[in-house]
């Protein structure tokens, strides 16, 4: 249960106002649940779609847009936004890292968040008219997540100090990769039932594959390693990315 409420407290707006420990089997839990708070979130997207679907398609895609906002607190948003300012600052890595600990948002962060909130809009318009398009906005967020921890278990961090420091320090590699792997698979499992295409699990895992490794390399090479803003920045970009794969896949009968 801590573990869980570990997951809530620190990646959704959730007021889990309570002390709780931070060992390795707490620190452990928390990443392994992480997939299944997704799932939570993914839930409520698909239920705030289902409410909304007799409104026009944009003001339905608006209202899961908040709806998702509103259930992270904006944090992962905040990340994509702080990764933009930093990147596009052109400065060295120990700047860029500066920068992405700032509070104030600059132009760049501006505009890629404009960016990833008009890209998810436009998901979410197509996926309102899919056969199973609830399915589509309950399973990313856990795939997301499940990516994030492989990504997060796999890289170093940028900063011997910090909490994404702490918690590597704190957390057992192989158990919480083989939960992510699990709950992913189980995920993908669940899609072809529903569209009756095994291809759609050959694609899912070569795009996450893919996704994490290139990420890796990228953060490695312009910020020394991974960040907590780093992190959130890689669920939304991964969510966007998700969708959109699955999106062409369905349309193009995959």
């Not at 890629?112 to 996926?127: N, P, V, W, Y």
Request: proline residues 2%; glycine residues 10%; neutral net charge.
């Amino acid at each position: 249960m801590n573990s869980i409420l570990l997951a809530l407290q620190f990646f959704t707006m959730l007021p889990v106002r309570k002390e709780l420990p931070l060992g390795k089997k707490e620190v452990s839990g928390m990443y392994m649940a992480l997939p299944l708070v997704g799932g939570g979130i993914g839930l409520l997207l698909a239920g705030v779609a289902y409410l909304v679907s007799d409104l026009n398609s944009f003001l339905a895609a608006v209202l899961i847009l908040l709806a998702g906002l509103i259930a992270t607190g904006g944090l992962h948003a905040d990340g994509f936004a702080d990764l933009g300012d930093a990147f596009f600052s052109y400065q060295d890595q120990e700047k860029r890292l500066t920068i992405m600990e700032d509070p104030r948002l600059g132009a760049f962060g501006t505009l890629s968040l404009l960016l990833l909130l008009g890209l998810k809009i436009g998901l979410f318009i197509e996926i309102i008219g899919l056969v199973h398009g609830w399915a589509l906005l309950a399973a990313v967020p856990i795939l997301s997540r499940s990516a994030m921890v492989m990504y997060f278990t796999t890289t170093k961090t940028a900063k011997q100090s910090g909490i994404a420091h702490f918690f590597q320090q704190h957390f057992l590699q192989g158990r919480i990769q083989l939960a992510a792997v699990f709950i992913s698979l189980i995920t993908m499992l669940a899609l072809v039932v529903l569209y009756h295409s095994f291809a759609i699990v050959f694609v899912l895992l070569i795009t996450i594959v893919l996704a994490v490794w290139l990420y890796q390399r990228w953060t490695i090479k312009h910020f020394g390693g991974v960040t907590g803003d780093l992190c959130g920045a890689f669920i939304e970009g991964m969510e966007v990315l998700l969708w959109l794969v699955l999106i062409v896949c369905i349309s193009l009968g995959i």
